[in-house]
Each structure stands twice: as C-alpha cells, then as structure tokens.
C-alpha cells in the first residue's frame, strides 16, 4: 500500500476537532474504501494517530467497526498498540462493562476524576505494558495532574457515559 499524503494531511486535519461528524464520516468511508485501518504505512504515524483520535470520539458503531481493522494494523506493526488498548477500553465503557486496561476515566464528584472500572486488576500493569501503556499509577497521577492544571476536556459522569 503507497503512502497518501492527501488523505494523511485530511486527517491531521479532521484531528483538529475529533469529535465533529465529519471525521467520523471519513474514517467510515477509507475504512470502506481500503477495508483496513489506516496504519502508518498508508498515512504515517501522525495520520494514523490522527484517525485514532476521530475513532476515540465517534459513536460506538465506528469503534466497533474500527476495531478489528486497529487490531490487525497492530498485529502487523502498522498501528500503535496502545490505540488499540484504548479504543477497547473505550467500547467497554460505552457498553457499561469494565474496561481491560485502566485507560478510561470519568468524572468522581464535584473535584476529582476516578478510572472507569477495571476488570481483572490483577496483572492490569502487566496488561498495560504489552500495549505500550505506562503503568495505571502514572496514569492516574498524570490524569489528576492534567485537570487539576485545566488541560482535560470533560469527562462525563458514569452515568452520562454508560
């Protein structure tokens, strides 16, 4: 598969607001179109990046699509594992289960953040680690930093998210 430089710089583009539908639209339709993720060897790894962060924010039927196509691009060496560790956090908690990972939080109270539950703590860091993630513990403290510091973009109640 050639490098596509005008859809990587589409997609560093459509990045910019992951969440408009628009993005969403476009990674339907090269999905359609290449039926694979866009990896690193089509779009570079900005542009997969980019694609990852549309994906994150679309509606759960793209993710659940998306999915299989991240799995076999990081099979390959063409996606970040970690984007793959996420995107399936992301999907148990849109479907009100426990992520595997410890990569999704959500809002605790009027002041703080908590991880969306986290199936099988046992081994979570071990888990974590073969997908490229930091442990949970620097995470959390990373997270906590982050808004404390204004940075996070909301992150919903459980509620809202389940």
């Known amino acids: 598969m050639a490098r596509d430089e005008a859809l990587r710089a589409e997609l560093l583009r459509l990045a910019e607001h992951p969440d408009d539908p628009r993005g969403a639209d476009r990674v339907w339709a ?14 570079g790894p900005d542009g997969e990046h980019a ?3 549309i994906v994150q924010l679309a509606d759960t039927d793209l993710q659940r699509r998306a999915l299989g196509h991240l799995e076999a691009a990081v099979d390959g060496g063409d996606a970040d594992p970690s984007h793959y560790a996420c995107l399936v956090d ?27 539950p986290i199936e099988a703590l046992d081994g979570l860091d071990e888990r974590r680690r073969a997908f490229g993630l930091e442990p949970f513990a620097a995470q ?11 940075r996070t973009a909301h992150f919903g109640t459980r509620e809202e998210r389940a």
């Not at 090269?30 to 779009?43: E, I, M, Y």
Request: with cysteine; net charge negative; hydrophobic share 45%.
């Open 51 to 53: 694609a990852w962060l």
């Open 30 to 43: 090269v999905l359609d179109d290449f039926d694979a993720w866009p990896g690193r060897t089509l779009v």
């Open 140 to 150: 959390a403290r990373r997270m906590e930093s982050e808004l404390w510091n204004g």
């Open 90 to 116: 992301r999907i148990c908690m849109a479907e009100g289960r426990p992520q595997k990972f410890g990569s999704q939080f959500v809002a605790a109270g009027d002041d703080g953040i908590a991880p969306w």
